[in-house]
RNA sequence: CGGGGCGUAGCGUAGUCCGGUUAUCGCGCCUGCUUUGGGAGCAGGAGGUCGCAAGUUCGAAUCUUGCCGCCCCGACCA
């Protein structure tokens, strides 16, 4: 009830909280900065998880397993690496407790010291291309086109559930090729496997861009962004992917032999993408009832409830329910009949509607009487009698249909929330009192972005890709520039 | 690390300013009956180191000091 659910008017991070432990998606935990998991957000991971998975198959990657720690000199090799990442490390220094010899409980073993400290992976560039060196020889060896599944750490100062976490899930991608042009190939291409799995899965349109220079990744030469936007105006990096250049190849000589014979280091790409799509996922679809999760990912496309008075009713009622059951299982559609007895049909209504569940079913006598079923969309609170007959097939076009509504929604209101500023007070005002994108003409410097960031607080999300080319004055400087870029505050 | 708020049963809370019987209420939980088309009703029941520690006092959830933890805002960042 959305009682229950703070109005995001009101306070959009308690809002954003409630839906995420409300919903089931997560808990706080023991560990500081850290998050639980709960089996239903879980599951939602698994499932964009696969479907990812599938994507970097289809694209000729496969999947590997590095380290969790990594040695302290490999990090300090790339120096904008390090200068990205040094401020945020867990450090592992010792390898054995002791029982506490002045009282009760273990101490660290002063003993057992290690010669040199270990780092909790941040990322993992520096432990794979100190591997990717033993790997690679010849220009047969290329292109290396590895991703992994790994969880991450990067302790930082406040955390936000599935947004900002000092551990997180996520999947990273490194690949090794023989050009320039070939790396950026391949960074570009899995931008668009992200954009397309914002956009078809998630039902959440991206801005896809390029950073500028003060936002690119630690050691990157480029980097590629796709770029969402949140209910409460404020823009969320959803996935990345970086051309790094010869970078790590020359820190960590990762060479090979040309067709040449001649000595050439690699050039390398890596991308990725977190749990924090989830947060996006929360942020973009939820309303004050609850998750709405568009029906490609839901962990549960549709949850049957029964309604009935004595046994003899649930009897007639299951039976119908299995045929129906049986239907969505063989078009492939994930379903729950909840008939548990000890919560009435009003609580799971208002339990699936928290979670998001797409579409609910619900059946009872009157309804089997009629041949029909009450059917309700989570996406619109729309609720309608359906005839029996056919439900299944129904069902498939419905889910097909919520899915592209959601989309739609979301590309409207993003659509309608990237607007053109000409002068700073135009945008600080728009900043303020609208939200979303400003599309405005920047002079191309660090300094005047840095500028910008202090007065507004706003960042350029990006450059879009195949930006038109437009004449203009930059909005702080009234130097000359030819093109406009999207700012916003951002997560 | 700075600013703000908070810590009382599994969850959410009243009480704290101004110390005084057995610590309040709701949800949830257990038992029973009645119920089931939008978070059920009645009756009974269980459940508490009032964040931790020290102090003041005849007496502390309440006052003092110290510590710990959490949430929000800021700096940092996927």
Known sequence: MSKEITARSEDYSQWYNDLVLKGGLADYSAVRGCMVIKPYGFALWEGMRDVLDKKFKDTGHQNAYFPLFIPKSFLSKEEDHVEGFAKECAVVTHHRLMKNPDGPGVVVDPAAKLEEELIVRPTSETIIWNTYKDWIKSYRDLPLL????ANVVRWEMRTRLFLRTAE???QEGHTAHATADEAIAEAEQMLEVYADFAENYMALPVVRGVKSPAERFAGALDTYCIEALMQDGKALQAGTSHFLGQNFAKVFDVTFTNKENKLEHVWATSWGVSTRLIGALVMAHSDDDGLVLPPRIAPLQVVIVPIYKGAEQKEKIDAKVNEIMSDLKKAGIRVKYDDADNNRPGWKFAEYEMKGVPVRIA???????????EVARRDSKEKFSQSLDGLGAYIG??????????YNKAKAYRDEHITP?????????LLDEKGGFISAHWDGTTETEEKIKERTKATIRCIPLNNPQEAGTCILTGKPSTQRVLFARAY
Do not use: H
């Open 421 to 429: 500023a000409n002068t700073m007070e135009e945008f600080e005002k």
């Open 397 to 406: 076009t419905l889910l097909d249909d919520i899915q592209q509504q959601m």
């Open 146 to 149: 590895i991703n992994q599944w």
């Open 168 to 170: 997180f899930l996520w």
């Open 363 to 373: 059946l009872g006598a009157r309804d089997l009487e009629n041949n029909v079923a």
